[in-house]
């Protein structure tokens, strides 16, 4: 008597046979799952362009861009802060372009003029105008505004005599 029988393991299906039937197996009706393809998109390469270079030649002092907006601070022909934002006067009171040189500075400075406090100030042309703390999005009177921490630097920076371009 033959007696047959039918084994399902691990999603095979094994038929059975007693006598000297062959076994034979059939595939699973359950389709085996794709191999995990795991699908990255790179990151785009991230550029980042050099800060601009200072559009002045001089190599101890600071120089400004009124075009862009920006200054520099320079030691020995070597950028030692900037480019960073600043901000001038308006047309009517425009800061002045040229070549000057410090001529004094003072930390706590009072506007004599305008009564407003000027800190950090280093002077640098006729009619009082400076590098001081200000705010960027408000006109000067013909200064140079500077955030808090780059007119702390600038005063720092600048001795009596160095030499500022605005271009």
Not at 2 to 29: D, E, H, N
Not at 45 to 70: I, M
Not at 106 to 125: K, Q
């Amino acid at each position: 008597m033959r007696r047959t029988g039918v084994l399902t393991l691990l999603g095979l299906t094994l038929v059975t046979a007693s006598c000297a039937a062959p076994r034979t197996t059939t595939p699973s009706p359950i389709a085996e799952p794709a191999p995990l393809v795991r699908t990255t998109t790179p990151a785009p390469p991230t550029t980042t362009a050099p800060p601009p270079a200072p559009p002045c030649t001089v190599t101890t002092g600071a120089c400004v861009s009124l075009a862009q907006r920006l200054a520099w601070l320079l030691r020995d022909g070597q950028v030692v802060r900037g480019p960073v934002p600043a901000g001038f006067g308006p047309p009517d009171q425009a800061t002045p372009a040229g070549s000057f040189h410090v001529v004094w500075k003072d930390r706590e400075h009072t506007s004599s003029v305008y009564g407003t406090d000027m800190p950090n100030s280093v002077f640098f042309a006729a009619g009082g105008i400076a590098f001081h703390a200000g705010p960027l999005d408000a006109p000067s009177h013909g200064c140079v505004h500077l955030t808090d921490a780059d007119s702390a630097a600038f005063f720092d920076g600048l001795n009596v005599g160095d030499l500022v371009q605005v271009r």
